[in-house]
């Protein structure tokens, strides 16, 4: 029996948690497979009714879990997701981008993973006026710049792909902050001789995402260019409704989706619930390798396969160009599982 903290969010987040929920309600009932999940709140509602964007109790249950999922919360992500990373060592941010069949996909042979580090760079929040001007620290340390080009040649390795690492950085600009990350991804890169290793600047990056988004593989980044490369590298292979995400450490995982609440289309019962679905997919492979249990591979590639096989049958949410809502398209999923 695993025990799942679910985050259930804002604006979009509800919808798209109750469509986790009969997800996973229905992989327990069919499967050997047993979960106990709690239902948590965090960000702007619980910020209003609590005055704590991230309440203690949440906390608590989640750091009592075997894994956490996560619906996107509003204007207090920062409060939220940002405070969990860093408290629970979440340093590796794994966001994937792959076609789909019949997606508005700018090719269909892209199969990309970002591997975005989490826990420093602009997000550590230390920003201060400082007479009329506005300053933010950007901390870049060697220990997690290693840490994270090794996770990135780890994925590399593991991948059924074209094994190579992409270090994307600015470091023509920001000579010792970038620098340090471009000079410990090189040495790390010199452990893993199988792996081809290129170094790209982050400009230059975003152009090639667009122009050859096939030629990348393992693209690893610090925090901001990670998380603003994720976003278009998702829209590459047809939008932020299929983009899922993973926040690894080395001991607790928390998985999410790419985007945010979407407060645009909250309640209307359109979203796309495939990037939490998908997400939950990372959740059952990471969970499979901790615990070593087939039973979660098993589940979670039949749960891709069942999104991919709808997909390819133009049975899809109106963000992607198909006409089910969000309840429909969920119920599509748990009648073929
Ligand atoms: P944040 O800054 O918190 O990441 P954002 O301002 O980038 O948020 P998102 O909430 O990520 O905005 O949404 C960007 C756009 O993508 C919105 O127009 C939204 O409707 C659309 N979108 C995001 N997620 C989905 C989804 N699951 N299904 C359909 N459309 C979505």
């Keep these: 029996m695993y025990k799942i903290s679910l985050i259930t969010g804002d604006g979009i987040g509800p919808e798209l948690s109750d469509s986790a929920i009969s997800v996973l309600e229905k992989i327990h009932d069919k499967s050997d497979l047993k979960f106990d999940i709690t239902k948590l709140s965090a960000g702007d509602k619980a910020l209003e009714e609590t005055g704590k964007a991230l309440p203690d109790e949440t906390l608590e249950t989640i750091k009592k879990s075997d894994v956490c999922l996560k619906a996107p919360v509003g204007e207090s992500a920062a409060d939220v997701i940002v405070v969990l990373r860093r408290l629970l060592d979440l340093y590796a941010n794994i966001r994937p981008a792959k076609s789909y069949p019949h997606m508005p996909a700018l090719r269909d042979d892209i199969d990309m993973v970002i591997v975005r580090e989490n826990t420093e760079d602009l997000y550590t929040g230390k920003e201060f006026s400082l007479g009329n001007a506005s300053v933010a620290l950007r901390i870049i340390s060697e220990d997690a710049s290693r840490r994270i080009a090794k996770y990135a040649f780890e994925t590399a390795k593991m991948r059924d792909s074209m094994r190579k690492v992409t270090c994307v950085h600015k470091s023509n600009v920001m000579r010792v902050t970038d620098g340090m990350f471009a000079k410990s991804c090189a040495e790390v890169a010199k452990e893993y001789p199988d792996i081809t290793f290129e170094e790209m600047y982050v400009d230059a990056c975003a152009m090639n995402l667009i122009r050859?988004?096939?030629?990348?593989?393992?693209?690893?980044?610090?925090?901001?260019?990670?998380?603003?490369?994720?976003?278009?590298?998702?829209?590459?292979?047809?939008?932020?409704?299929?983009?899922?995400?993973?926040?690894?450490?080395?001991?607790?995982?928390?998985?999410?989706?790419?985007?945010?609440?979407?407060?645009?289309?909250?309640?209307?019962?359109?979203?796309?619930?495939?990037?939490?679905l998908l997400s939950i997919k990372m959740m059952f492979d990471w969970l499979g390798s901790k615990h070593h249990d087939t039973k979660c591979f098993d589940v979670g590639n039949k749960l891709e396969s069942v999104i991919f096989d709808l997909v390819k049958d133009g049975i899809k949410t109106k963000d992607i160009g198909g006409d089910k809502t969000t309840t429909e398209f969920t119920k599509e999923i748990t009648d073929l599982l």
């Design 212 to 276: 050859q988004p096939h030629q990348f593989d393992v693209v690893v980044t610090t925090n901001l260019f990670g998380d603003i490369l994720s976003d278009e590298s998702s829209q590459v292979v047809g939008g932020l409704g299929m983009a899922p995400a993973a926040n690894i450490g080395d001991n607790f995982a928390l998985f999410e989706p790419v985007h945010g609440a979407a407060f645009d289309i909250a309640g209307q019962n359109i979203a796309n619930p495939s990037s939490f």
